[in-house]
């Protein structure tokens, strides 16, 4: 697995491009033919709907554990570029003082 800080590094100075592809679906097509990432960050959405949590986390961010809190923007993006990060084995957020294993992507 990736060092997070190197991930999230690479986060900060790396501008995302998009190519289109003729004749099927993206390369890394996951769930009905979206980029495996993009099914990660809508299950991720999901979960914090569920949790009741989605508007305090797009206002505040989200603390990871051994990082430290992340905006939305920064986590959203996390999710389509590296989903393995919230799958088991990934990163752990904290909620309510609790750390939370990422598996909704999974």
Partial sequence: MKSISGILIGVATVALSA?????????????????????????GISTLQALGLLASVAKNGIEVDGIGVLNFPTVLELHRTNPELFQTGGVSVIVDGVPIPATWCD
């Fill in 19 to 43: 190519t289109a592809l003729a004749g099927g679906p993206p390369a890394g097509a996951g769930e009905r033919g979206k980029p495996e990432g993009i099914a990660c960050q809508q299950a």
